[in-house]
């Protein structure tokens, strides 16, 4: 079992950014991989990226490909979402995910979830 506690999540203006961390206990992450999702009001759940911790291979939805980055500090356990040019359609709660295999698009395939930071972006 993995705990999962997100920060970072604030109120900004278009274009500016946010780095959300994600900070894991309870085991390390060292095999597995850790997810992003998002979820807007009235919206489902929607992938953002992912990282497979032992290489830092990344992997993006289209929305946010060139603008988020994903990264991760094994010492710390901790995983990052640099989010830079931000869209009023990037408001929602930003949820990470961790899993013991690696990274992965679908939510189903992380049993492990943080409780989610808030991101509004506003004109």
């Given at each position: 079992?993995?705990?999962?506690?997100?920060?970072?999540?604030?109120?900004?203006?278009?274009?500016d950014s946010l780095r959300l961390s994600c900070v894991a206990s309870g085991r390390t992450l060292?095999?597995?991989?850790?997810?992003?999702?998002?979820?807007?009001?009235?919206?489902?759940?929607?992938?953002?990226?992912?990282?497979?911790?032992?290489?830092?291979?990344?992997?993006?939805?289209?929305?946010?490909?060139?603008?988020?980055?994903?990264?991760?500090?094994?010492?710390?356990?901790?995983?990052?979402?640099?989010?830079?040019?931000?869209?009023?359609?990037?408001?929602?709660?930003?949820?990470?995910?961790?899993?013991?295999?690696?990274?992965?698009?679908?939510?189903?395939?992380?049993?492990?979830?943080?409780q989610g930071t808030q991101v509004i972006v506003s004109s």
């Amino acid at each position: 079992q993995v705990n999962l506690v997100e920060s970072g999540g604030g109120s900004v203006q278009a274009g500016d950014s946010l780095r959300l961390s994600c900070v894991a206990s309870g085991r390390t992450l060292s095999y597995g991989g850790m997810g992003w999702f998002r979820q807007a009001p009235g919206k489902e759940r929607e992938f953002v990226g992912a990282i497979r911790w032992s290489s830092g291979n990344t992997i993006y939805a289209n929305s946010v490909k060139g603008r988020f980055t994903i990264s991760r500090d094994d010492a710390k356990n901790t995983g990052y979402l640099q989010m830079n040019s931000l869209k009023l359609e990037d408001t929602a709660i930003y949820y990470c995910a961790a899993n013991e295999y690696g990274s992965s698009s679908l939510s189903i395939d992380y049993p492990n979830w943080g409780q989610g930071t808030q991101v509004i972006v506003s004109s």
